[in-house]
């Protein structure tokens, strides 16, 4: 058997040979630096917590002001079953055992508790919710409370409180309750400065997933200002932190212990947390939940345009500088825009010198305003600006069942004809009110851009259009003006204006 001392130096040796050759080969790779005295920046170093990082002091501080809040929904009496309703045991056999447990005297099968004799229940539904006062205000989301017959806060403790519905806010999914216990002063939160917040930042969140009373879990802001199409004041912060179903209405804290965010939406294939959720930042909740413990409602301005995005065609087809604003597609009837003189191909491009990027922006600055509020507006018309007064009208008294149909005449119908160069064929519209669309070829830029059978041209570079020979003179006139595109004003089948940009064909 060898002395392992005797081996020693030999394995010493052999680590020592192997190093020496790592040294050489770093030295021959940096050897060109040396020679030329190239000095490497230094990286980024981030100098690390010196104690122990948690959320424990945080989430102890704060969990006594987070609620669940339970939701009994208005119940409606339960439709007569017709046909075969589908339980897990598919269609039992005729002398099947259990099908005594879910027959009826017609042969149909239910599960018991959907039997004859079988009463309606209400929907339970729960979400999650945060004191912001000593006297009992509760915030929550819309959706939770939406449809609710009564409403419970429990605290973390288990205890249960009777609240009543203050208000809501569909728009942002908002929505406040108050529990009135006198004898009670309730451990409560404030909002933070979310504007402050950046991606990458720390978040927890409190709430209760699942009906899993009082969980937290952590995570950062990963984006902000997301647009998920929920609404017109889309301004999402998107964090990371497991946020699940019952964790609507719940907050989003910061580190200093403030809600810079109220959870309301999760992007989810499956239903389940997947890493990526969206909260209303703390800014926009802030003012809503002021203005509903005030008034009840939200008081917004409203300017009375259905507006689009203006893509780098319509900004090349009218003249603009650049692909900014909204352009609107149709002020309507009897609106602060309207009767301010705002028109159909308008670019709005400013609020009160406030440069307007985009729809979304445009709205929320308007709402921004308090009804009656006097505002200028910026817009681009036939190639200049110019400044249009308008005095805003109150967004919660606007009626949303104002028809857009335009009356239709009993004209016997034209021939259509043929838009040379666009893949199109066209007639006039029963009402003299622009040309409709009756054939698109599907390899035409008219087809690319979105064009269909039964959209209306009702006007082209602003210009009103009743026939074929309208629409071809307007174009021309674009193009003798060195316009690359045509800017055309649609309307489809529900009254509803969109603008498309189609390039013009050259000879």
Known sequence: MPNPASTQPKRNKFIASVLAAGVAGAALSAGV??????????????EAPKDNFGFADVVSQVSPAVVSVRVEQQSEPRA????????????????????????????????PSMGPRGRDRPSIGQGSGFFIS????????????????????????????????????????LALLKVDSPNT?????EFGDDNAARVGDWVVAVGNPFGLGGSVTAGIISARGRDIGAGPYDDFLQIDAAVNRGNSGGPAFGLDGKVIGVNTAIFSPSGGNVGIAFAIPASVAKDVVTSLRENGNVQRGWLGVQIGEVSDDIAEAIGLSSAQGAIVTLPDNETPASKAGIETGDV??????????N???LARKIANYSPNTKVDITVFRNGESETIPVTLGNLSELDEAASLDA?????????????????????????????VVTDVDPDSSAAEKGLEAGDTIVAVNGTSVSTQSDVSKAISTASDNGRRAALFQLRNAQGQNRFVALPIERS
Do not use: W
């Open 348 to 357: 709005i491009t400013g609020v009160n010198g406030e440069t307007v990027e």
């Open 359 to 361: 729809p979304r922006e």
């Open 407 to 435: 009356p239709r005449s009993d004209s016997s119908p034209v021939d259509p004809s043929a838009l040379s160069g666009y893949g199109m064929t066209v007639m006039p519209a029963e009402d003299g009110q622009g040309v």
């Open 33 to 46: 630096l040396s020679d030329t005295a190239t000095v490497n920046a230094e990286p980024v170093t981030v």
């Open 185 to 189: 002063k309730f451990t409560y939160v």
């Open 80 to 111: 007569e079953m017709s046909g075969n309703f589908e339980n897990p045991f598919g269609n039992l056999p005729e002398d099947h055992p259990l099908r005594r447990f879910f027959g009826t005297p017609d042969g149909r099968q239910m599960p």
């Open 134 to 173: 000593d006297d009992g205000y509760v915030v929550t989301n819309n959706h939770v409370v939406d449809n609710g017959a009564k409403y419970t806060v429990v605290m973390d403790d288990g205890k249960e409180y009777d609240a009543k519905l203050i208000g809501t806010d569909a728009r942002t999914d």
